[in-house]
Every structure is written in C-alpha cells, then in structure tokens.
C-alpha cells in the first residue's frame, strides 16, 4: 500500500485514503507497514518545507496523526494545540475537525488531554457523540487511565 501520490493533496495534509490507510493499519496492530507509510508521508511533508512552513489548519491534523502512529505524545500535543491555536480562522474546519484532534490525542496516548478534548467537543458544536466516541478504538491506548475512565463514568450517567 502506497500513499497518495497527488502532491497538490500533499498541500492541504494527508489525503483522506492516506490518513484511513494509516489508521486502519494501526488499529490491525500494522507497526511495520505504519512505519513504512508514516516515512513516506514525512518525505512528502518534507519536500514542502519545514514542519512549521505547513501548519495550517488542515495540514497540522495529518501531521499530528503521524506522531500520534509514532507513539510521539509531545509532539501530538505540540501539533493539535497548534491546530486549536488556527481554530477561529475557520469554524466549519473547528467543528468537523475537532472529532479527529481527539481521536488523534487518544491514539498517541495523551488520557487527560483526550478526555479534555471530548468534553470540549460536548460543550461546543462538533461531531463528538457522547455515546460513542470514548467507546471507538481510537482510545484504546487511554482506556485504562484514571482520566479516561471518569470522562466515561461521567458520560454514563
């Protein structure tokens, strides 16, 4: 499996199949074939510049998803505040977007920034379902934190 090839795509972020092909490799426990696609999407990245020439509000989540795979928290959490810092640029981009901040801080294994998260998402307009959301698998990795398991007990009643 390759990574989309359109370097136009490569100007906004990940391309939807990319990011969906990393993550489902991800979820199937992949490490090997994460790491081959994450170094390819790095060298796209890079041949538009530096990290900080391309964090734009769309760009910033498809590269805060390749720390998240990398198990990198720091840098997870460096990237999606960045993102929260461009959110008032565009609110359609803040309200679909902020369900993959979440999932992306769970997946790099952030628990209380996570759980932060969804709360927010529950506060404001997003796609966060209370319902689901701390259920998906996306979480797995904060499941067992004290953090994630109050934000679940809160939601359950």
Known sequence: EELHDDPVSLQ???S????????VYWLMGDTERVATLVAEARAEFAKLGTVEDILDEHSVLSVALLAAV??????TR????????????????????????????GISGAAEDAA?????????????MPFLEPHLPF??????SPAFIALVEELSN
Do not use: F
Not at 116 to 128: K, N, Q, V, Y
């Open 12 to 14: 906004w972020g990940l």
């Open 78 to 105: 460096r990237l999606t505040e960045a993102w929260y810092a461009n959110k008032g640029k565009d609110l359609a981009v803040r309200q679909g977007g902020l369900v993959y901040v979440c999932q992306t801080l």
């Open 139 to 144: 979480y797995d990795p904060v499941r067992e």
């Open 70 to 75: 990398e198990g990198d928290k720091a840098e």
């Open 116 to 128: 932060r998260c969804i709360r927010a998402g529950l506060d404001e307009p997003s796609t966060i």
């Open 16 to 23: 939807e199949k990319d990011v969906y092909t990393i993550l």
